[in-house]
T-cell receptor, first 110, second 114 residues
Framework: GQSLEQPSEVTAVEGAIVQINCTYQ??????LSWYQQHDGGAPTFLSYNALDGLEETGRFSSFLSRSDSYGYLLLQELQMKDSASYFC???????????FGTGTQLKVEL | EAGVAQSPRYKIIEKRQSVAFWCNPISGHATLYWYQQILGQGPKLLIQFQNNGVVDDSQLPKDRFSAERLKGVDSTLKIQPAKLEDSAVYLC????????????FGPGTRLTVT
């Protein structure tokens, strides 16, 4: 089966940097995606890592280490609007299927 | 470009009743997914279509859930009969073939079973 573990909650102050970790146990692993979901909203795609290393997209960066079955999402210059749930998701099934993690609720405080 | 459309947005039914949800994906997206998201959890894949064919329905409770995508465009998910534990948000997503890591989600249907 597939499982992805994340911390349930993370709290940080506005302007700070926060890292959300994701460890996975997945067969047929292709890569790791990250999604953001505001309360009552739809998940929206943030980033994808197919290879080991860091991918940077504006204030957000994502990292993958296949040998450690580990990845993280790094959010810089935190803003209040970044308060949301963040999900890692493994891509498997020949590159067609996403399995989502348990989710991390990020709270940004003043 | 219009996003993924879903209806209804909210539905309240009693247990043992039936309910249907509709989804219209982004134009041109061949792959369509239905997910169930229970409060406080990540989305769980129920069924995946490639055009009008089923690719994966291994987690669909087939004794009560059914889905179709007859013309390879819009799709319907049905629950009959509903149970209390079916209370969740049902999300539809679509993507281009080969880009499944980046899925576009609709606003979801929040189902409450009483």
């Amino acid at each position: 089966g597939q499982s992805l573990e994340q911390p349930s909650e993370v709290t940080a102050v506005e302007g700070a940097i926060v890292q959300i970790n994701c460890t996975y146990q997945t067969s047929g692993f292709y890569g790791l995606s990250w999604y953001q979901q505001h309360d009552g909203g739809a998940p929206t795609f943030l980033s994808y890592n197919a290879l080991d290393g860091l991918e940077e997209t504006g204030r957000f960066s994502s990292f993958l280490s296949r040998s450690d079955s580990y990845g993280y999402l790094l959010l810089q210059e935190l803003q209040m609007k970044d308060s949301a749930s963040y999900f890692c998701a493994s891509l498997t099934g020949g590159g067609n299927k996403l399995t989502f993690g348990t989710g991390t609720q990020l709270k940004v405080e003043l | 470009e219009a996003g993924v459309a879903q209806s209804p947005r909210y539905k309240i039914i009693e247990k043992r009743q039936s309910v249907a949800f509709w989804c219209n994906p982004i134009s041109g997206h061949a792959t369509l997914y239905w997910y169930q998201q229970i409060l406080g959890q990540g989305p769980k894949l129920l069924i995946q279509f490639q055009n009008n064919g089923v690719v994966d329905d291994s987690q669909l409770p087939k004794d009560r859930f059914s889905a179709e995508r007859l013309k390879g465009v819009d799709s319907t998910l049905k629950i009959q009969p509903a149970k209390l534990e079916d209370s969740a948000v049902y999300l539809c997503a679509s993507t281009n073939t080969g880009d499944s890591y980046e899925q576009y989600f609709g606003p979801g249907t929040r189902l409450t079973v009483t």
